[in-house]
């Protein structure tokens, strides 16, 4: 665990939070710090692991002759349609290149009892519209978790090592962090800051400005809040005259003051750090705190509760203040009667009980917490109805 989240763990027990450890799903990890990047050790409980290799046709790896294939896998595949008729699907239209020789698209048609769709909550919904669904749901109600980071650069003698160890290691919940509602709160976390992510966060003052801030990389902590977003049903997806998905979100005021409220508490963290030198927050221009050494307490205090209350004044300024994406959810949204949403509670839809939605579309709101883990267990249970549905239709 590098020393950014020593640093979270360390300043929300001093301000009366609570820290936790994020779990993660590894075997012998090395701590190089890659992790979001995809771990070149293999040491991830990944579903290509877990899931995929067990089933793939590879002759020379041990497969049991059971599972041995029962997988294929079709890399740069790009499913153009699922294929329906009166309710019933037949499969799906697809296209894949063969990129090793460059070779143009070849069409593909695969002929399915079950067609399952786990393309995610951008690309699922897109999958449906091209392929005529005519669920006025489908697409409607994107989450997003929406982040808001605060960076801060410590004094030289701390190397907070944001491109090495356990990138997000330590997460914040309690006392609930909430602006109107203790049902939509936002969390507190260390994110993967390599140089690149971190340099999105760093406020534009100019050239010189912004390569002094880099420069101060092994000195910088990060922070990142995300939210429970509430959405609304204009926040979607749609597709564009290829079928591309095309996204559509804004969020709503309740949002804004949830992010806000989550922004103040990390910069208040930070400043109560002695060896904090500088605070920024993730806005195109809006200048950072500089911390002034030969000022006394009560000075330095003043001067930054006067730049909390410029940050609140400025607020979430579209195009300005920088905004990040955690977990995309909720397009597709699994429902008890059809007027409410697209897909039944087996996770099939309603208009085509032999297509499945498997993937965070079909959470019904946003999750109050990081989604793999809910997103894996209502996978499962849909699958268990797959399984329910080919044994029904042999």
């Known amino acids: 665990?590098?020393?950014?989240?020593?640093?979270?763990?360390?300043?929300?027990?001093?301000?009366?939070?609570?820290?936790?450890?994020?779990?993660?799903?590894?075997?012998?990890?090395?701590?190089?710090?890659?992790?979001?990047?995809?771990?070149?050790?293999?040491?991830?409980?990944?579903?290509p692991h877990l899931i995929f290799e067990?089933?793939?046709?590879?002759?020379?790896?041990?497969?049991?002759?059971?599972?041995?294939?029962?997988?294929?896998?079709?890399?740069?595949?790009?499913?153009?349609?699922?294929?329906?008729?009166?309710?019933?699907?037949?499969?799906?239209?697809?296209?894949?290149?063969?990129?090793?020789?460059?070779?143009?698209?070849?069409?593909l048609r695969v002929h399915a009892t079950v067609t399952v769709a786990a393309a995610g909550a951008i690309q699922t919904p897109a999958l449906l519209l091209r392929s005529r669904f005519q669920h006025g749901g489908i697409g409607r109600g994107l989450t997003l978790h929406p982040v808001v980071p605060v960076a801060a650069v410590m004094t030289k003698d701390i190397d907070t090592g944001l491109s090495r160890g356990v990138s997000m290691g330590v997460i914040v919940r309690q006392p609930r962090i909430f602006a109107s509602s203790p049902r939509f709160g936002i969390a507190i976390q260390t994110p993967p800051a390599h140089t690149a992510i971190t340099s999105t966060v760093m406020p534009w003052q100019g050239s010189l400005a912004f390569k002094m801030m880099m420069l101060a990389y092994r000195q910088s902590a990060v922070f990142i809040g995300i939210s429970r977003d509430r959405s609304q049903a204009a926040n979607r997806v749609a597709i564009d005259a290829d079928g591309a998905p095309v996204i559509h979100y804004r969020m709503t005021d309740e949002d804004n003051t949830l992010v806000m409220q989550g922004l103040e508490v990390m910069l208040r963290l930070f400043y109560s750090e002695p060896r904090t030198s500088a605070l920024m927050v993730a806005h195109a221009s809006f200048p950072p705190f500089v911390r002034h050494q030969s000022a006394t307490k009560a000075q330095?205090?003043?001067?930054?509760?006067?730049?909390?209350?410029?940050?609140?004044?400025?607020?979430?300024?579209?195009?300005?203040?920088?905004?990040?994406?955690?977990?995309?959810?909720?397009t597709v949204r699994m429902a008890r009667r059809v007027e409410e949403g697209?897909?039944?509670?087996?996770?099939?839809?309603?208009?085509?009980?032999?297509?499945?939605?498997?993937?965070?579309s079909v959470l019904p709101t946003a999750l109050g917490i990081n989604p793999m883990i809910t997103i894996e267990s209502m996978s499962h249970m849909i699958a268990q109805h797959v399984v329910r549905y080919l044994q029904q239709h042999a």
Request: hydrophobic content about 30%.
């Open 1 to 47: 665990m590098n020393e950014n989240n020593r640093l979270l763990w360390r300043l929300s027990e001093r301000n009366g939070y609570t820290p936790e450890r994020i779990p993660r799903n590894v075997r012998e990890c090395v701590d190089c710090g890659h992790c979001c990047y995809g771990c070149s050790h293999g040491q991830k409980n990944t579903t």
């Open 54 to 107: 067990p089933f793939l046709l590879d002759q020379h790896r041990g497969t049991q002759p059971a599972t041995r294939g029962k997988l294929y896998i079709i890399p740069f595949c790009y499913v153009d349609e699922v294929v329906h008729i009166h309710g019933k699907a037949t499969g799906v239209r697809a296209h894949f290149k063969d990129t090793a020789t460059a070779t143009a698209s070849t069409s």
């Open 300 to 330: 330095e205090d003043a001067r930054f509760e006067a730049y909390v209350a410029a940050v609140k004044k400025e607020g979430i300024q579209p195009l300005r203040t920088q905004m990040y994406s955690a977990h995309q959810m909720s």
């Open 342 to 360: 697209p897909v039944t509670p087996t996770g099939a839809l309603f208009e085509c009980d032999n297509v499945f939605v498997a993937d965070g």
